[in-house]
């Protein structure tokens, strides 16, 4: 099937349009970057942005529900990039990869799985790195309880020593806690402020921390004592979860192998073996199997990553 002149002609100039389009976001993201970090108003704009996300009722509508997921999934990230500028280089992507093979092959089909292939593999890289940050800040949450514990032995109060944290800590909780110091200071109340926090870092531990803190403000209590015992019982867990991971990681990675081999013998199927694929589409018999075959693949998948998943 040979692409006409017209087909060409429309994805060159979409082609074109997104990427001029995502570029220049990208470059408008990095000179307000630019500009508001030598100011005051930097925080303000963050905390307004991240608060609509984070603080908001949840929504009971599919698409809204994904599409406040793929806001969280960015911000999370610790990205500079805003949402939409994300998912137009998404599209940008696609685009390109999808483009470029539907015109060297001249084949639709091979154009839409490349289109579809240069979307996911940002999105599984971005997921990745959320994945990262997060680990880095659960590593980093003991120094920062043992912080906060010797802060409240020496008599200083939650909020003196949540201050303390923000202005001593390194690392990404270190912008966190900048973030929930900056709300207190704007007259929020401490209870909304830790949930605001525990909202945006989504760790059990966090969470644990949290309501620790808005518990021992309501009813009193021997706040360092608990929190040195917090702060071992997470180094405990994180060594506990770094032996499972370390079990576990031949069986992961065997599932890595396998769940790649379908998707590139079909990959290669579609590229050089053309044939063998129009069969199994044309065949009814070919179609059957190939349903099957993926909804297998699939209840495959999901039960191997059932078994290997970890508790975060």
């Known amino acids: 099937m040979a692409v006409g002149l017209s087909e060409t002609t429309l994805l060159v100039f979409a082609a074109l349009s997104l990427c001029t389009l995502a570029a220049g976001l990208v470059i408008r993201d990095l000179l307000v970057t630019s500009r508001a970090a ?9 905390l307004r942005r991240k608060s609509e996300l984070h603080d908001g009722a949840p929504s009971r509508e599919l698409f809204e529900q994904i599409d406040r997921g793929f806001d969280r999934l960015v911000l999370e990230s610790g990205m500079e990039w805003t949402p939409p500028t994300v ?7 696609g685009l390109l990869l999808g483009g470029s093979l539907w015109l060297y092959s001249d084949e639709p089909l091979q154009g839409i ?19 990262r940050r997060l680990r880095a800040c659960r590593d980093q949450l003991p120094h920062v309880i043992e912080m906060l514990a010797r802060a409240t032995r020496a008599g200083q109060s939650s909020e003196q020593a949540l201050a303390l944290v923000a202005h001593e800590a390194n690392g990404q909780l270190a912008d966190e806690f900048q973030r929930c ?10 209870d909304k402020a830790l949930r605001s926090l525990a909202s945006r870092v989504r760790l059990l531990e966090m969470r644990i921390l ?3 803190l808005i518990v021992q403000r309501q009813a009193g209590g021997p706040l360092s004592e608990t929190l040195e015992r917090m702060s071992s019982v997470i180094r405990e867990r994180i060594a506990a979860q770094r032996q499972v991971l370390a079990t576990t990681a031949a069986g992961r990675m065997s599932t890595i192998v396998i769940a790649s081999i379908a998707p590139l013998a079909a990959l290669f199927l579609v590229s050089f073996q053309r044939e063998h694929v129009d069969l199994l589409f044309e065949d009814a018999l070919g179609r059957t ?12 998948l999901l039960w191997v990553f059932l078994l290997l998943k970890t508790e975060r």
Not at 38 to 46: I, K, M, N, S, V
């Open 181 to 190: 110091v900056k709300q207190l200071d704007m007259g929020r109340s401490f």
């Open 87 to 93: 998912f137009l280089g998404l599209v940008a992507c």
């Open 38 to 46: 030598a100011g005051p108003a930097r925080p303000a704009l963050q």
């Open 289 to 300: 199997l190939l349903l099957i075959g993926l909804v297998l693949e699939i209840v495959g």
């Open 210 to 212: 949290v309501t620790t």
């Open 113 to 131: 799985a490349g289109g579809m292939i240069g979307m996911a593999l940002p999105l599984i890289g971005l997921i990745i790195y959320r994945g």
